[in-house]
Structure formats: C-alpha cells, structure tokens
C-alpha cells in the first residue's frame, strides 16, 4: 500500500477526507497530535516540537527559535513515520520531502474560495468577513512556510497527482476518488531501497538536529548517512576538544550504530 499525502487550506476538508482514506484503507493516519507523538517516539524533546506546523518558523514566530533546526526536526519526523512505506500524512511539506518517492501518491483538497468561507462560517460560527480574514491568514502561514522551506508555493497543482474539489465531490465523495487511484497499478508498493533511503534521511536531520541544538555551526561539517546505522561526518573543527564533543554528540544520537568521523583540527591562523 502506498504512501498518501493530503494538502489543502482551511475550510477545504483535507483533514476529514484523509481520515476516510485512512480509515477504508486500513492506514495510520499522520495529523499535526500524531506526528508530534512519534517525534517524541524517536527521541526529539517536546520543547523543540513548539510550532511543529505549517508556519515559517525564527524570525517569524521567535528570533530565539533555530529555523534550521526546526526544519531538520520536521523533516525527520517525516521521513521516520514513512519508513513503513504506507500510511496517509496531513501537510508539514510531506509532499515536497516525498515528491521523489514513487510510492507516494499526493493529493490536494482545493475548492472554491467561496465554499471555503461558508464551511468557516458554519463551523466558527463566524462572518463571512471574519472566515475570510481567517483563511487568509492561515494560507499566508502555509505560503511562507513552504516558500521558507522548499521555495515552492503550497497549490501548485504541478506538485499533487490529484486535485480535488470537495465542493463538487463532498468529502465522502473526494475520499472515495482517492481510494480508487490507490488501487491503480500505477501506484507502487514503496520498494526495500525507498524504504531505506527514507530511514537514512531521518537519521541524518535526527544528527543535525542534534548538532543544531548543541549550537555546532553546520556551515562547517556535512553529515551523510551512506548505509543504514552508519554516520559520515566531514568537516573541521578549531580544536581537539570541539572534535571530541562534536564525535560524542553525534555517538549518543539514537540510531547512530557507527560513526566515521573525518574531521580536521584548524591551527589558530590557519
């Protein structure tokens, strides 16, 4: 079974119309709770998962918060609950991180503008003025955040193998569309070699992640995961005990079963 991304605003429906898909065919649903869950699952620490959304994160929301960090955080997260090669994810630029991936299957949830203010107006209970403040803001939040990330822009029907109205199809409707695609030949079964190449990006954002919070400037080293369990650092460091705490830190990271660390020591003026 393949891997299903959802993206859409809000007032589309992209949540309800991913829980009918989990639900008829028998996949973990991905939201913004069970993501977090399974971050903490793989040993990332519930400060750093304040504002794991669709928001561009630093400067925006804290000038105290680590935009590379906060990126390597949820890149990780995605790529670990996708190591099982089946499930359905709810936006955090899923369909941008496994847009190589033929196994996964994207879909957006993009009706009319007018729609989207009704459903807003029903469920808040809301103005029409008030829903349509609201929508905007949030699709500015989602905008930013992938233009920050990814420099792409969030409805770009280039990026999704279906677009879908649920103004026209209802949810039950939409759900039931996607169901069908999942059953098309063309939509393969994630391969032992994606699965992998999955499970060694989540490694390697959990290593930077962690350097991030030990406040190593990545501008200096580059982290590769070549084969499962093993970390390639290279890089320089300006002194023996920078090195040792750099090799220490990168050891204790879950997932790391060996490291290879090429890393050179710089002389004062060098």
Not at 34 to 39: D, G, H, N, S, V
Not at 102 to 113: D, F, K, N, R
Not at 151 to 175: F, R
Request: charged share 25%; with cysteine.
């Amino acid at each position: 079974m393949a891997l299903v991304t959802f993206s859409g605003g809000r007032g589309c429906g992209a949540e309800e119309v991913a829980r009918l898909v989990a639900d008829g065919a028998d996949l973990e649903l991905y939201d913004d709770q069970r993501l977090q869950k399974e971050a903490l699952n793989i040993g990332l620490r519930q400060n750093d998962l304040k504002g794991l959304d669709e928001k561009a994160p630093g400067f925006f929301d804290s000038l105290r918060y680590n935009p590379e960090l906060y990126l390597d955080i949820l890149e990780s997260v995605v790529y670990e609950v996708s190591r099982s090669g089946k499930g359905v994810l709810i936006g955090h630029g899923s369909q941008l991180l496994l847009r190589d991936f033929g196994c996964a299957l994207h879909v957006l949830i993009h009706p009319s503008e007018p729609f989207r203010i009704r459903q807003v107006m029903d469920h808040y209970g809301l103005s029409s003025k008030a829903a349509e403040r609201m929508i905007r803001k949030s699709d500015n939040e989602k905008r930013g955040f992938l233009r920050f990330a990814f420099h792409m822009e969030w409805n770009d029907p280039s990026l999704y193998d279906l677009v879908i109205s649920t103004e026209k199809l209802g949810t039950q409707g939409a759900a039931k569309l996607v169901l069908e695609a999942l059953q098309s030949q063309a939509v393969e079964e994630c391969s032992l070699n994606a699965l992998e190449s999955m499970e060694r990006m989540s490694l390697s954002k959990k290593v930077q992640a962690e350097l991030l919070r030990q406040h190593f400037n990545l501008n200096q080293f580059h982290v590769e995961v070549p084969e499962t369990g093993l970390v390639q650092l290279t890089g320089f460091t300006t002194s023996q005990e920078e090195k040792d705490r750099l090799t220490d830190t990168a050891k204790k990271v879950p997932g790391v079963a060996r490291l290879n660390a090429e890393v050179a020591v710089l002389q004062s003026g060098a």
